[in-house]
C-alpha cells in the first residue's frame, strides 16, 4: 500500500467488523453499530463512506458490499509507526527499553520474546 492510511477510533469499529466478516452489506454494518456502539445508521454510513474515501474500504454493488482493502497487519504497522514516531522519536530501541523495564513477565513469554529476537538477530547475518 503506497500511501499510509490512519484510522480513528470509530472507524476502526467498522473495519475490525470487516476483517472478521470480509465482506458485509452497509445496512447490516450499520445494524451491527447500532447495537454495539449506539451509532444511528447515518453516522456509519458517514464513517463508511470516510473509510471509502480514505482507500480503507471498497464498495460493490449490488447491496452497497463493503470489503476491508487493508489489512488489520498493515494498520497495525502504520499506527505502531506513528506512535514511535510521536512518543520516542522513530527510536524502537528507546521505546523497548522504556517499555520492558516496567513489565513484568512469566518465563514463557521471556522465552518468546528471545526467540523472535533470535530470528531477528540470525536475519541479519
Known sequence: MGEKIRLHEGE????????SNQSLAAKDIAKIIKDYVGWEKNT???VIKR??????????DPG???KANITKKEVQQIETDALL???FN?????????YLAYQKF???????????????YRKML
Do not use: H
Not at 12 to 19: G, H
Not at 51 to 58: E, H, M, N
Not at 106 to 120: A, G, N, S, T
Open 51 to 60: 473509510l471509502i474515501d480514505k482507500g480503507a474500504i471498497v464498495r460493490e
Open 90 to 98: 522513530g527510536n524502537l530501541s528507546q521505546f523497548f527499553t522504556d
Open 44 to 46: 456509519t454510513y458517514t
Open 64 to 66: 452497497f458490499l463493503c
Open 85 to 87: 514516531a510521536k512518543l
Open 12 to 19: 476502526l469499529n467498522v473495519m475490525e467488523m470487516l476483517w
Open 106 to 120: 512469566e518465563p514463557e513469554e521471556i522465552r518468546e520474546l528471545r526467540r523472535i529476537l533470535d530470528v531477528q
